[in-house]
């Protein structure tokens, strides 16, 4: 598949999730290329049908261009709930297992996620694998001690690499943190490893996001697709 042809299905798949957004909602916004369909579309409806609604988001990035269409944005801590989260993911299987960060957004992600009544994913087809562990698996590291962490993880065999920038210096989450990319290809335990880091000392949180989101919505050359979470 080619970038033209991912971009149609993510955009598919953001409009389509862009209808669950009614009157009224507080709505959970998530992070990347994805989510800017679904925030494009978004902005359409509050600019030509009136639609209102709250928005909490998961980035400046996505605060940015929501306020640009005019969305009304606050803090997670001015509202009291959430009714609904849609977020793009980097790799889900068919357990709801899924790895999310390849935007650094892992740690608003996960907050905004965890507070949330329901959690909505938007994904090409090419991000719905068996086993998930292709994509590098990020984790948020405080900066202090980082190479000590690196280091532990490479005695474990994670294969981590630091993320940089493109101007050669770390790149800096939006709570200025360091990303750790693991290269582990196959995640056969990922409840063993998603415990593990977030019991080392220095991990802020890691980009597994294990049976935590109720549907997916698959861009499909087909159209849209839904898989739906009944476990959780
Ligand atoms: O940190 C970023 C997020 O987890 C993204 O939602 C994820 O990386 C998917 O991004 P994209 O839609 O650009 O593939």
């Known amino acids: 598949m080619d970038k033209t042809q991912q971009d149609a299905l993510k955009k598919a798949a953001g409009i389509e999730a862009a209808k669950l957004i009614e009157n009224g909602m507080i709505a959970g916004l998530g992070t990347g290329s994805t989510v800017r369909f679904l925030v494009d579309e978004l902005g359409r409806r509050v600019q030509e049908e009136g639609l209102t609604f709250t928005g909490v988001t998961t980035s400046r990035r996505t605060q940015e261009q929501a306020e640009g269409y005019g969305i009304k944005i606050v803090d997670i801590d001015d509202v009291d709930h959430i009714d609904v989260t849609i977020d793009g993911a980097d790799e889900v299987d068919q357990n709801f297992n899924s790895i999310k960060g390849g935007g650094a957004a892992l740690l608003w992600e996960k907050i905004v996620a965890t507070n949330s009544n329901k959690i909505v994913w938007i994904v090409d087809e090419s991000k719905v694998v068996d086993t998930i562990g292709k994509f590098p698996l990020p984790v948020e590291v405080i900066?202090?001690?980082?190479?000590?962490?690196?280091?532990?993880?490479?005695?474990?065999?994670?294969?981590?690499?630091?993320?940089?920038?493109?101007?050669?210096?770390?790149v800096r989450t939006d709570e200025n943190n360091y990303v750790v990319d693991l290269h582990l290809e196959l995640i056969d335990h990922p409840q063993d490893l998603a415990e593990d880091l977030i019991n080392t000392v220095g991990?802020?949180?890691?980009?597994?996001?294990?049976?935590?989101?109720?549907?997916?919505?698959?861009g499909d050359p087909h159209g849209p697709r839904v898989m739906t979470n009944s476990n959780k």
């Open 143 to 170: 900066p202090f001690g980082a190479g000590h962490v690196i280091k532990r993880f490479e005695d474990r065999g994670y294969q981590p690499t630091l993320r940089m920038a493109e101007d050669g210096k770390p």
């Open 203 to 218: 991990v802020v949180e890691h980009g597994l996001f294990l049976n935590m989101v109720d549907t997916v919505i698959v």
